[in-house]
C-alpha cells in the first residue's frame, strides 16, 4: 500500500438519486441469485443474514442433528427446537432444513468439465463482485495453511489432498485456499476433481521464514534435545527456544485473524451454510473460555479480543463453520521414551541433579500438543464445525468434515437483549425429540451492527487497506456492479469509475427529517499491471432520501463515482465500496488500458 494519505472527496448529500441505466439493478441481480428453483429439502430462509437494522439483526445458526449412531435426523420442524441465549429463550423467525442427498444424485459429472456455471456476460468496462456460482449444496472450503506449518507438513498434506480428491462424491462444490505469506485462492468453487487436482499441483508458495520459528517444530526441538551434551547446553537452548518461539507470533497471529475474516467476507454472499476446512499443524492462539488469547510461549497475555471478536463475528453472519484438521496426523514422542533414549548418545538424559532432563521436555511437548487441540475444539464448537486429530487419514477427515456440514437445520431469531456490548453470548438449542442429540455454534460475540463508526480507526483503515489489497479475495458482504472508463472526451480526460451498489445489505437510518440515511465509502486503489500500488481515491457519500427516492433506490441501485488522472499504461484497479455504519465491505479486481492521447 503506498504511504501517502488518503484523497477524500467532499460528502455528497443524495436527495434523489439517478438510476445508471448501462447496469442491471443489482437489487434484482441480488434476488433472482435467491430465488431460483430450489431442491425440495430447501425451504427459503426469511431474511437475509447480512440485512442489518439500525435497532437490531438477525441470528442465524446452524443446527446438526443427528441420532444415537451418528445419523442425520432429517424430519424436525420449527416447533421441535427451543433456543436459549444466556438462558433468555428466543422466537424462532425463520426455518431452513438442507439436504444435498437427492440434488448430488441428480448432478452429473463429466470429467475435465467445470460444473460451475458460466459467469454472467457483462458489457465492456464493466466488473462485478456479485458470485457466479450457484449450487443447492453447502459449500466447502480447503484452507492450505503453510503459515502454521512445516514444509514437511505441507508434503503430507499435498498427498492426502490427491487421496481426497480422487473420492470426491459427484456435486461436491469445494474451493481451495491457501495461507502463505498472502491468502490466495488456488481454485474458486467446483465440483470437478480434475480442475482441484491441477490447483493442488501448481502451488509452490511456502510460509515466509521470517514468521516461522528458526529451531523447528516441537518434535524437531525434541530430537535435537536427545543430542546434547551437557545440562548447560539444555538448559541454554530452551531459553533460545523460549524466545525465538515468540519471534513474529504477533505477525503469524495478525495473518492468520485476519484471513479467516478475509474468508468470512469472500463467501458473504453465497446462501446457505459454508463449510471451511483448515488444514494446518499449529495453532499459535490459546483461547481462554471467556474468549480472550494469548500467546503462546510468552508469560505475558496480549489482548487479541478485539480482532477475535471481528472475526468471529465475520465468520457468524457468512454462515461459516469451521472444521480444523491437525496436518501432523499422529503426533508422537517416541523417540523420548525411555528404551530410544537409553541407546542415544546423550545416554537417555541427565541425572546429574541440575533438574534438567528429557522428562520434562516430553511432557511440555505432550502439554503443546493438547494446547493444540483444545484450541482446535474451541474454534469448531464456536463456529458450529468438528475438529479432526491424531489420525494420519487426512483425506477422510476432510471428507468427514463435508459429509458433517452436509446435513442441517438453520434458525434465525431476532435477540431479545438489544444491548449490544460485545461480550460472547451462549446459545443453547434444545430439542423434546428423544434420542436426537444436537451440535450448533457455542455462541457470538454481541457486537453492536451499526457502532462500526466507534471502532478503534486503525482497525477501520486496516479493513479498507485489506479490502484494497490485490491479494484479499474479492469481498462479497456488499454487492456491486462497477464501470470503469479510460480517459476520452466524453470522460473529461479522466478515468471514471462508477459504481452501482446493491442498496439491500446497505443500514439505512430512518431520522427525526423523515428521510432515510446512509453513509458508505467508494475507493480506488491503483496498480500497475505488475501489482505495484501506485496511488489511492477514496470518497464518503452520504445520502438523505425522502421516501419516494427510497424505495426506488431499492427497486434499482445506489450510485457513486470516483475520476481520476492516469498516465498512459495498463493497470489494475482495486475497486471497494464499504457501509459506514456496519463496516460491511465488497471488492473486486478490475483492469484497465489507458492509451496515447488523441
Same mark, same amino acid.
Given at each position: 500500500?503506498?504511504?501517502?494519505?488518503?484523497?477524500?472527496?467532499?460528502?455528497?448529500?443524495?436527495?434523489?438519486?439517478?438510476?445508471?441505466?448501462?447496469?442491471?439493478?443489482?437489487?434484482?441481480?441480488?434476488?433472482? @441469485?435467491?430465488?431460483?428453483?430450489?431442491?425440495?429439502?430447501?425451504?427459503?430462509?426469511?431474511?437475509?443474514?447480512?440485512?442489518?437494522?439500525?435497532?437490531? =439483526?438477525?441470528?442465524?445458526?446452524?443446527?446438526?442433528?443427528?441420532?444415537?449412531?451418528?445419523?442425520?435426523?432429517? #424430519?424436525?420442524?420449527?416447533?421441535?427446537?427451543?433456543?436459549?441465549?444466556?438462558?433468555?429463550?428466543? @422466537?424462532?423467525?425463520?426455518?431452513?432444513?438442507?439436504?444435498?442427498?437427492?440434488?448430488?444424485?441428480?448432478?452429473?459429472?463429466?470429467?475435465?468439465?467445470?460444473?460451475?456455471?458460466?459467469?454472467?456476460?457483462?458489457?465492456?468496462?464493466?466488473?462485478?463482485?456479485?458470485?457466479?456460482?450457484?449450487?443447492?449444496?453447502?459449500?466447502?472450503?480447503?484452507?492450505?495453511?503453510?503459515?502454521?506449518?512445516?514444509?514437511?507438513?505441507?508434503?503430507?498434506?499435498?498427498?492426502?489432498?490427491?487421496?481426497?480428491?480422487?473420492?470426491?462424491?459427484?456435486?461436491?462444490?469445494?474451493?481451495? *485456499?491457501?495461507?502463505?505469506?498472502?491468502?490466495?485462492?488456488?481454485?474458486?468453487?467446483?465440483?470437478?476433481?480434475?480442475?482441484?487436482?491441477?490447483?493442488?499441483?501448481?502451488?509452490?508458495?511456502?510460509?515466509?521464514?521470517?514468521?516461522?520459528?528458526?529451531?523447528?517444530?516441537?518434535?524437531?526441538?525434541?530430537?535435537?534435545?536427545?543430542?546434547?551434551?551437557?545440562?548447560?547446553?539444555?538448559?541454554? *537452548?530452551?531459553?533460545?527456544?523460549?524466545?525465538?518461539?515468540?519471534?513474529?507470533?504477533?505477525?503469524?497471529?495478525?495473518?492468520?485473524?485476519?484471513?479467516?475474516?478475509?474468508?468470512?467476507?469472500?463467501?458473504?454472499?453465497?446462501?446457505?451454510?459454508?463449510?471451511?476446512?483448515?488444514?494446518?499443524?499449529?495453532?499459535?492462539?490459546?483461547?481462554?473460555?471467556?474468549?480472550?488469547?494469548?500467546?503462546?510461549?510468552?508469560?505475558?497475555?496480549?489482548?487479541?479480543?478485539?480482532?477475535?471478536?471481528?472475526?468471529?463475528?465475520?465468520?457468524?453472519?457468512?454462515?461459516?463453520?469451521?472444521?480444523?484438521?491437525?496436518?501432523?496426523?499422529?503426533?508422537?514422542?517416541?523417540?523420548?521414551?525411555?528404551?530410544?533414549?537409553?541407546?542415544?548418545?546423550?545416554?537417555?538424559?541427565?541425572?546429574?541433579?541440575?533438574?534438567?532432563?528429557?522428562?520434562?521436555?516430553?511432557?511440555?511437548?505432550?502439554?503443546?500438543?493438547?494446547?493444540?487441540?483444545? !484450541?482446535?475444539?474451541?474454534?469448531?464448537?464456536?463456529?458450529?464445525?468438528?475438529?479432526?486429530?491424531?489420525?494420519?487419514?487426512?483425506?477422510?477427515?476432510?471428507?468427514?468434515?463435508?459429509?458433517?456440514?452436509?446435513?442441517?437445520?438453520?434458525?434465525?431469531?431476532?435477540?431479545?437483549?438489544?444491548?449490544?456490548?460485545?461480550?460472547?453470548?451462549?446459545?443453547?438449542?434444545?430439542?423434546?425429540?428423544?434420542?436426537?442429540?444436537?451440535?450448533?455454534?457455542?455462541?457470538?460475540?454481541?457486537? #453492536?451492527?451499526?457502532?462500526?463508526?466507534?471502532?478503534?480507526?486503525?482497525?477501520?483503515?486496516?479493513?479498507?487497506?485489506?479490502?484494497?489489497?490485490?491479494?484479499?479475495?474479492?469481498?462479497?458482504?456488499?454487492?456491486?456492479?462497477?464501470?470503469?472508463?479510460?480517459?476520452?472526451?466524453?470522460?473529461?480526460?479522466?478515468?471514471?469509475?462508477?459504481?452501482?451498489?446493491?442498496?439491500?445489505?446497505?443500514?439505512?437510518?430512518?431520522?427525526?427529517?423523515?428521510?432515510?440515511?446512509?453513509?458508505?465509502?467508494?475507493?480506488?486503489?491503483?496498480?500497475?499491471?505488475?501489482?505495484?500500488?501506485?496511488? !489511492?481515491?477514496?470518497?464518503?457519500?452520504?445520502?438523505?432520501?425522502?421516501?419516494?427516492?427510497?424505495?426506488?433506490?431499492?427497486?434499482?441501485?445506489?450510485?457513486?463515482?470516483?475520476?481520476?488522472?492516469?498516465?498512459?499504461?495498463?493497470?489494475?484497479?482495486?475497486?471497494?465500496? =464499504?457501509?459506514?455504519?456496519?463496516?460491511?465491505?465488497?471488492?473486486?479486481?478490475?483492469?484497465?488500458?489507458?492509451?496515447?492521447?488523441?
Amino acid at each position: 500500500m503506498p504511504s501517502h494519505p488518503w484523497r477524500f472527496r467532499s460528502a455528497v448529500t443524495l436527495l434523489l438519486l439517478s438510476v445508471i441505466s448501462y447496469l442491471p439493478a443489482q437489487g434484482q441481480a441480488a434476488q433472482h @441469485q435467491t430465488s431460483q428453483p430450489q431442491s425440495p429439502q430447501t425451504q427459503p430462509v426469511y431474511e437475509s443474514a447480512t440485512v442489518m437494522r439500525a435497532t437490531t =439483526r438477525m441470528v442465524l445458526v446452524d443446527v446438526i442433528a443427528t441420532d444415537r449412531s451418528g445419523n442425520p435426523v432429517t #424430519d424436525l420442524k420449527p416447533g421441535d427446537f427451543t433456543v436459549l441465549e444466556d438462558r433468555s429463550p428466543q @422466537q424462532i423467525r425463520s426455518f431452513n432444513f438442507q439436504h444435498p442427498a437427492e440434488v448430488a444424485a441428480s448432478v452429473v459429472s463429466t470429467p475435465g468439465v467445470s460444473t460451475q456455471m458460466p459467469a454472467p456476460q457483462l458489457p465492456e468496462h464493466v466488473f462485478t463482485n456479485v458470485p457466479a456460482y450457484r449450487a443447492a449444496a453447502p459449500l466447502n472450503v480447503i484452507l492450505v495453511d503453510a503459515l502454521n506449518s512445516t514444509l514437511l507438513n505441507q508434503m503430507n498434506v499435498r498427498e492426502e489432498m490427491f487421496k481426497l480428491l480422487l473420492k470426491l462424491p459427484p456435486g461436491r462444490p469445494v474451493a481451495i *485456499y491457501a495461507l502463505g505469506e498472502k491468502l490466495q485462492i488456488l481454485q474458486d468453487f467446483t465440483s470437478d476433481p480434475k480442475i482441484l487436482r491441477d490447483a493442488i499441483t501448481h502451488y509452490k508458495d511456502h510460509a515466509p521464514q521470517q514468521l516461522k520459528n528458526p529451531v523447528g517444530d516441537p518434535i524437531s526441538q525434541a530430537f535435537i534435545l536427545t543430542t546434547l551434551p551437557s545440562p548447560s547446553s539444555l538448559q541454554a *537452548y530452551l531459553r533460545y527456544t523460549q524466545d525465538a518461539a515468540s519471534v513474529g507470533a504477533d505477525q503469524r497471529i495478525s495473518l492468520t485473524l485476519d484471513a479467516l475474516q478475509a474468508i468470512a467476507q469472500a463467501l458473504s454472499a453465497y446462501p446457505g451454510r459454508k463449510n471451511l476446512i483448515w488444514l494446518s499443524a499449529s495453532f499459535p492462539l490459546a483461547l481462554n473460555v471467556d474468549g480472550k488469547m494469548k500467546l503462546k510461549g510468552d508469560a505475558a497475555e496480549r489482548n487479541y479480543e478485539p480482532q477475535l471478536a471481528r472475526m468471529a463475528d465475520s465468520l457468524m453472519s457468512a454462515q461459516v463453520a469451521v472444521y480444523p484438521v491437525d496436518a501432523r496426523g499422529m503426533a508422537t514422542l517416541s523417540f523420548l521414551e525411555a528404551g530410544v533414549a537409553a541407546r542415544h548418545p546423550s545416554g537417555g538424559g541427565y541425572t546429574d541433579g541440575s533438574g534438567v532432563g528429557l522428562e520434562p521436555v516430553a511432557s511440555n511437548l505432550s502439554d503443546e500438543l493438547l494446547a493444540a487441540h483444545a !484450541t482446535m475444539n474451541t474454534l469448531a464448537e464456536r463456529t458450529g464445525g468438528k475438529a479432526f486429530y491424531n489420525t494420519n487419514d487426512l483425506d477422510k477427515a476432510v471428507l468427514a468434515g463435508m459429509d458433517d456440514g452436509a446435513t442441517y437445520y438453520t434458525l434465525g431469531y431476532y435477540p431479545t437483549s438489544r444491548q449490544w456490548d460485545g461480550k460472547f453470548r451462549k446459545l443453547q438449542i434444545k430439542t423434546a425429540r428423544a434420542d436426537v442429540k444436537l451440535r450448533y455454534r457455542s455462541g457470538y460475540f454481541a457486537i #453492536d451492527p451499526t457502532g462500526y463508526p466507534q471502532k478503534d480507526p486503525r482497525l477501520r483503515a486496516h479493513d479498507l487497506i485489506q479490502a484494497l489489497s490485490l491479494e484479499s479475495p474479492a469481498a462479497t458482504a456488499l454487492l456491486f456492479q462497477a464501470r470503469v472508463l479510460p480517459p476520452s472526451k466524453k470522460t473529461g480526460n479522466k478515468v471514471l469509475v462508477d459504481f452501482s451498489i446493491d442498496p439491500h445489505a446497505l443500514s439505512f437510518q430512518h431520522g427525526d427529517d423523515g428521510l432515510e440515511h446512509a453513509t458508505m465509502k467508494c475507493a480506488v486503489e491503483v496498480y500497475s499491471d505488475k501489482g505495484v500500488p501506485l496511488r !489511492t481515491e477514496a470518497s464518503d457519500v452520504s445520502t438523505a432520501l425522502k421516501p419516494d427516492a427510497y424505495q426506488q433506490v431499492l427497486r434499482t441501485n445506489l450510485p457513486c463515482r470516483a475520476s481520476f488522472n492516469l498516465e498512459e499504461g495498463n493497470y489494475l484497479l482495486r475497486l471497494a465500496v =464499504r457501509d459506514e455504519r456496519t463496516g460491511l465491505i465488497g471488492s473486486q479486481t478490475a483492469e484497465l488500458s489507458v492509451g496515447a492521447e488523441e
